[in-house]
């Protein structure tokens, strides 16, 4: 059976960090509940759950759609209809209903305090 070194991470060596933001500094199951729950109500489909959405997120939102779809039991045609009424919730609930996580605020603080220089990278289509 292999062994996995662990290496103790010297944070004196470095001097900036970049972190990401959905799902690591902050919950946005919410958002992505809202504006899905919204968008199959649209299109006279039932929502799906937080969970199924939790277990989904994380390979862009056409593929979040394009499985709430299937899991909706809505028709693969619909998607380029839904993408439209989801960009439009998505817009109007980003950020409602998103949660920083307990101790990024603390973590984040504390690498400014060493001087770090802070980057945060996300793969939302707009600033």
């Not at 299937?70 to 409602?96: C, I, M």
């Amino acid at each position: 059976m292999a062994t996995m070194k662990t290496q103790q991470l010297d944070l004196a060596a470095l001097d900036a960090a970049i972190v990401d933001l959905d799902g690591t500094l902050v919950d946005t199951v919410g958002d992505f509940e809202q504006a899905l729950a919204r968008t199959l109500a649209d299109l006279a489909l039932a929502p799906v759950d937080r969970a199924f959405i939790a277990r989904t997120v994380g390979r862009g939102s056409m593929h979040l759609l394009a499985q709430t779809l299937a899991r909706a039991g809505g028709a693969p045609g619909l998607l380029e209809q839904a993408w439209a009424h989801y960009q439009r919730h998505y817009a109007a609930v980003n950020g409602r209903h998103a949660q920083v996580y307990p101790g990024v605020s603390e973590g984040l603080a504390a690498m400014r305090a060493r001087g770090w220089r802070l980057a945060c990278v996300t793969n939302k289509p707009r600033a």
